[in-house]
């Protein structure tokens, strides 16, 4: 359990400044290999500790991983833990056995002694590229007021659009006025302010 992460503020005009960290970047280089028998490009790709776990975790269904992630994101909720109560997960784009969010959701409060919603966000378009990421919509699942701050936790930040839009369902229909926002990790190389 000996990692560590490089968080990174990520900024945008839904938050205010230290409301939003990824806990560091997924990969740390990706080497194209070339292309295999069936046509498929392959790379040799070196994740940060944290990306290796996440990446371990979603697609190797390795849940040990999960406990590790949790453990390198509770101290740098430190400050932001007295302030919510609720923890949130982005809604899932593609159903699994197992939603990596909603678990780490899950582990994260209960480490924290917090509440973990996963019923209040969910998905109404199909956009699943970087090229449809502006389509993305997410619509509020329940007629409720929540606390005034929240914490949203998504696993990878990629262009933001889909936490924009969380943000602005929880300030618009729960009525919600802070929302801290965590991602495990953030893809490389991105222009962080959006």
């Not at 040990?64 to 430190?78: F, G, H, N, R, T």
């Not at 199909?126 to 699942?141: P, R």
């Not at 969380?166 to 990790?185: A, F, N, R, S």
Request: proline share 4%; with cysteine; hydrophobic share 40%.
């Amino acid at each position: 359990m000996a990692g560590t992460v490089n968080p990174e503020k990520l900024y945008s005009e839904n938050w205010k400044d230290g409301e939003a960290y990824a806990l560091d970047v997924h990969t740390v280089s990706s080497s194209f290999l070339g292309y295999n028998e069936q046509g498929t490009p392959m790379f040799d790709t070196k994740y940060s500790h944290i990306g290796e776990l996440l990446h371990n975790f979603k697609y190797n269904k390795n849940l040990k991983a999960v406990d590790e992630i949790v453990s390198l994101a509770l101290p740098y909720l430190a400050n932001w833990s007295k302030n919510f109560s609720i923890i949130i997960p982005v809604p899932y784009t593609r159903a699994r056995e197992t939603q990596p969010v909603f678990l780490f959701a899950e582990k994260l409060a209960k480490a924290l002694g917090k509440s973990v919603r996963t019923d209040l966000l969910a998905k109404t378009s199909a956009g699943q590229s970087k090229a449809q990421a502006k389509k993305i919509e997410i619509k509020a699942t329940k007629n409720e007021e929540l606390p005034s701050t929240v914490l949203l936790v998504d696993d990878i930040f990629d262009t933001g659009a889909t936490l924009n839009a969380c943000v602005k369902v929880l300030k618009e229909k729960y009525k919600v006025k802070t929302v801290y926002v965590l991602c495990i990790t953030k893809t490389k190389n991105k222009i962080i302010r959006i």
